[in-house]
C-alpha cells in the first residue's frame, strides 16, 4: 500500500527556493507515476509535475515549466520537486500523487495521496 508524506514546505521570499520531498513508506513498488500537484486558495487543485516510473517522461504545467525540477529517487522510493525562481501565485498547499500506471497525466489516475505541504511565497 502507497504511503505519501511530503516535507520541505515553509515560507521564502519572491525569488527564492524550495525543494519539497515525497517518500512512500509503504515501501511499494516505484513502477508508478508521480505527481506533485497544489492547491491555492478559492482555486481547483492541478496538476504541476509528473514524472514517469522510468523517470523518462516527465511533464510540468506551463505556470512552472522552466522553474521547478522533478526528480525521483526509485530505490528510496522518493520524489522531488525542485522550486525556483519562486513567486507569490506559487503559494499553495503541494500534494505529491501516486498514480495508477507506469505513466499518467489524468488527476483520476493519481489515488494515493500526501497530506499536502503549505508553500507561502511572500515578501
Known amino acids: 500500500q502507497v504511503q505519501l508524506e511530503e516535507s520541505g514546505g515553509g515560507s521564502v521570499q519572491p525569488g527564492g527556493s524550495l525543494r519539497l520531498s515525497c517518500s512512500d513508506s509503504?515501501?511499494?513498488?516505484?513502477?508508478?507515476?508521480m505527481g506533485w500537484f497544489r492547491q491555492a486558495p478559492g482555486k481547483e487543485r492541478e496538476l504541476i509535475a509528473a514524472?514517469?516510473?522510468?523517470?523518462?517522461?516527465?511533464y510540468y504545467a506551463e505556470s512552472v515549466k522552466g522553474r521547478f525540477i522533478i526528480l525521483r529517487d526509485s530505490p528510496e522510493n522518493t520524489v522531488f520537486l525542485q522550486m525556483n525562481s519562486l513567486k507569490p501565485e506559487d503559494t499553495a498547499v503541494y500534494y505529491c500523487?501516486?498514480?495508477?500506471?507506469?505513466?499518467?497525466?489524468?488527476?483520476?489516475?493519481?489515488?494515493?495521496w500526501g497530506q499536502g505541504t503549505q508553500v507561502t511565497v511572500s515578501s
Open positions: 500523487a501516486a498514480s495508477e500506471s507506469p505513466w499518467s497525466l489524468s488527476p483520476n489516475d493519481f489515488r494515493s
Open positions: 509503504g515501501r511499494t513498488r516505484s513502477s508508478l507515476a
Open positions: 514524472i514517469s516510473w522510468s523517470g523518462g517522461n516527465i
